[in-house]
């Protein structure tokens, strides 16, 4: 069964440090991963995705996320963090192997904060 | 860009009342999806539809209806809207390559 683990609910940094925001994922096939951020009050925003093709994903933003499959990981990072960077992360998996929407699973989600 | 627009930012109802929200997308998408997102519990989906007239129930869907009469257009209705039913709403198209979002609708039902 498919399943996402954001490992932290939330997660705070100082401007210009890295961001990292781990997610976990359990799939019985090769998954597609994503991640979306979403802004207070805003809709969801794709930053990144991985289908199988080359396992470090460059986003938006400066965002980027490496797939690793011995550790069923694809945490995001980012170089630098910005201000404007404070939002709402989540990583998603998806089954390609079914078209079933209902394998799509979305984490918990991991609020970012950015210390000035 | 795609474009997934959702007609109403903010809505409130009163308990009985029957909620439609509507979701419109302008890429031809065959894959639409109503969620729903609350603390702590994240987006659930309630339903989805990969065609005209066709509909699967997602993980919620106790409460809701959906519709899709046009490609474009994908709506969610509650029959009997209930205060456990306040919440964002977010409508999306598309998926296995990624899901546009609409903006969402926060619905609250007093």
């Known amino acids: 069964a498919q399943s996402v683990t954001q490992l932290d609910s939330h997660v705070s940094v100082s401007e210009g440090t890295p961001v990292l925001l781990r997610c976990n994922y359990s799939s019985s096939y090769s998954p597609s991963l994503f991640w979306y951020v979403q802004h207070p009050n805003k809709g969801l925003q794709l930053l990144l995705k991985?289908?199988?093709?080359?396992?470090l994903v460059k986003g938006i933003n400066g965002f980027e996320a490496e797939f690793k499959k011995s550790e069923t990981s694809f945490h995001l990072t980012k170089p630098s963090a910005h201000m404007s960077d404070a939002a709402e992360y989540f990583c998603v998996v998806s089954d390609p192997a079914y078209s079933s929407a209902s394998k799509i699973i979305f984490g918990s989600g991991t609020r970012l904060s950015i210390r000035p | 860009d795609v474009k997934v627009t959702q007609s109403s930012r903010y809505l409130v109802k009163r308990t009985g009342e029957k909620v439609f929200l509507e979701c419109v997308q302008d890429m031809d998408h065959e894959n639409m999806f109503w969620y729903r997102q609350d603390p702590g519990l994240g987006l659930r989906l309630i339903y989805f539809?990969?065609?005209?007239?066709?509909?699967e129930k997602g993980d919620i869907p106790e409460g809701y209806s959906v519709s899709r009469e046009k490609k474009e257009r994908f709506s969610l209705i509650l029959e009997s809207a209930s205060t456990n039913q306040t919440s964002m709403y977010l409508c999306a198209s598309s998926f296995v390559r990624g899901a546009f979002f609409g903006q969402g609708t926060r619905l609250t039902v007093v």
């Open positions: 539809s990969y065609d005209v007239k066709m509909k």
């Open positions: 991985y289908t199988s093709a080359a396992t």
